[in-house]
């Protein structure tokens, strides 16, 4: 493997290493990153030589800042498959890590949104450092919290997980291990001994156990979770099931906080938040795989011609004006029957071996 290659594949004992190679991309996934990690991955599993997976992010600014979303813009504009492709090879990934039988660390030192969730998240060991920078922030580009999102954020604590589908929240390792989502957390001057220390450890008898002991000496205290005073608000706020109530809610609470947070989200996509809450409503009792192929229709419900992710993405990521002209001002012109469209069954389901 050259250094020239997006991910690379390495042994180191019997823990297998991934390092996402685009670190003047921020380590952005696409879709030649994901061809060859699957098929990886899933070789792993059944080599009983290697007894554990980690995978970090070279550089240092970054595990991973999302999927190559330009990139399916670009296609959708001209209408090339990427659209249908991407987000299919991407949540097999997605289901592949969580399905993963051995033990699975990622070391989240630097920027995890969107696409870098979905490589970390659903796996056993997510090692935060204090350079975290996680978000999930696809209501700002005419998307939802997809790779797995409506599994994960429906298990944060109490509406903290749609506080952060809808606002896009940029949070740090506190808050991340806090609502679940880091499992420790690890000063980054210490990931290089920790995946030395993880190569060199006796994993084959008890890989989970000794994942666990050789992480547990260089784990810190994560720190106070700045969400943790607002946690009543959030969780008052926040208990809706329609997004006009949320915004009420926040208008009529008074606090500093709550007219931060509406601020926030009117500068989302209208659209993109019914439906995000939508699925993350829907997807309280999914399982796995029922809230992955939910997910791959909403992937192309927000892909259709005239769409806000098209806007969002030239707002964000083209022109990069930061202000996107979305097909609807306010939640309440988005009516029902446009979010249920998004769920629509699509040409080509969402299948898994």
């Given amino acids: 493997m050259s250094d020239e290659d997006s991910i690379l594949f390495e042994r180191k004992g019997d823990l297998a290493v991934v390092t996402l190679n685009r670190p003047k991309a921020l380590n952005a996934l696409d879709l030649a990153m994901i061809e060859k990690m699957d098929p990886q991955l899933k070789a792993w599993e059944g080599d009983p030589a290697v007894a554990a997976v980690l995978i970090k992010g070279a550089g240092e600014k970054a595990f991973c800042a999302g999927g190559d979303v330009r990139a399916v813009w670009q296609a959708g504009k001209d209408g090339g498959e990427l659209t249908k492709t991407f987000f299919y090879e991407e949540y097999r990934l997605n289901r592949r890590i969580h399905m993963f039988p051995k033990p699975y660390v990622a ?26 920078m996680f978000a999930m922030p696809e209501t700002g580009i005419g998307l939802f919290p997809d790779v797995g999102g409506t599994w994960f954020l429906n298990k944060c604590p109490g509406e903290t997980g749609l506080y952060l589908a809808l606002t896009g929240a940029r949070i740090g390792a506190a808050d991340a291990a806090a609502l679940g989502l880091a499992t420790h957390v690890v000063p980054s001057e210490k ?25 547990e000496p260089f784990a810190v205290h994560a720190g106070e979770p700045t969400l943790a005073p607002h946690r009543a608000t959030i969780d008052r706020c926040f208990a809706y099931d329609r997004l006009e109530e949320i915004f009420a809610a926040l208008e009529a609470d008074g606090s500093v906080f709550a007219a931060e947070t509406l601020a926030t989200l009117k500068k989302k996509s209208p659209a993109s938040m019914k439906v995000t809450l939508a699925q993350l409503r829907r997807g309280r009792d999914m399982d796995f795989d029922s809230a992955m192929k939910m997910e791959y229709r909403l992937s192309q419900g927000c892909l259709r011609p005239g769409s806000d992710f098209y806007e969002g993405i030239r707002a964000v990521l083209v022109d990069k004006d930061h202000a996107p002209q979305w097909r609807a001002a306010r939640p309440e012109d988005v009516s029902d029957e446009e979010v249920e469209a998004y769920f629509a069954p699509v040409a080509r389901e969402l299948q898994f071996d």
């Fill in 191 to 215: 990931t290089e001994a920790l995946e030395a220390a993880l190569a060199g450890a006796a994993l084959d008898a008890d890989p989970h156990g000794g994942v666990a002991r050789a992480v």
């Fill in 107 to 132: 070391i989240l030192d630097g920027v995890t949104m969107g696409g870098g969730v979905g490589l970390s998240v659903h796996g056993d060991f997510r090692i935060a450092t204090e350079k975290l």
